[in-house]
């Protein structure tokens, strides 16, 4: 099922970028793969980034009630989860993206494997139609002729300490990888960042302080932010060239796209969360007017209840 729905849709698009670039070059292939995947996303990614606006936006809030809840853990809780909903946030869509991209990354895996292993096998992972095509024919007929180098001189099925020596092309690779993880992170990080470390919440929890979970999120996310880049790093030099190709760039499109939508692309935003609180400021202030009126017209009842029953002496 796997290999019907992610791997031969994946092994298919790379053979027909793979046949339009001349004289063939793999890398080309997957570079032209990750930018049309980035584009497709796209939507999620807007989605995504608006939703980080709007995390700032409500974090004068957040700090009210912090401060209204006076140490009541529930209550603050409660009133965040009403102040999400209000802003339309949902936590689980920041890692949609994540959960698209992960079964691609895996049968981009397997397709590398086929090119790698099992060249003999084409055919089977090839459309009717793909088969057609020269350059696929070719592969077929002897698959010595398919190029898995990028300009030529970039072994993308080799590992980075793969013969016994450190191949410099893939080793920057990852060394770019890591670097745009953190800039990834940077770009979508909360603005307000809580100065505790995350070891100095976890020892004050457990002398029996009760935690702050915004400071604790603050806390994890400043660490994700310096870990990341290191695991990614360690990850890319060990898989396969054209693997750390496609995570590389995958990262600088992203890179791209987070900051024309959180800078040049601001004022859209701010405009779409500055409706959202000017809207909740206009039901606050209707709901304030109708609270007045309610204890105003009870007054004005207690008065003539009162003159009513003087009458009656």
Known sequence: MFETIVVKPIFNALMWLYSI??????????????????????PLVKSQLHQTKMMRKMQPELKKIKAAAAGNKQLEATQQMELYKKYGINPFRSILILIIQLPIFIGLYQVIQVITLHRDQVAHYAYSATENLPAVQKIIENPDNFNHTMLGFIDLTKTTFSSGGIDIALFTLAIISAVTQYIMTKQTSPTGKSSKRFRDIMAETASGKETDPSEMSAA???????????MMFFIMVSLPGALALYYTVSNIVAVAQQHYLLNKDAEELDELADEVVNTSSTKSVAKAKDRAKKASEANITRIVAKDTRKGKK
């Open 21 to 42: 670039i001349p004289g063939g070059d793999f890398g080309v292939a997957i570079i032209l793969f990750t930018i049309l995947i980035r584009i497709v996303i796209y």
């Open 220 to 230: 994890m996310m400043n660490n994700m932010m310096k870990i990341m880049p290191i």
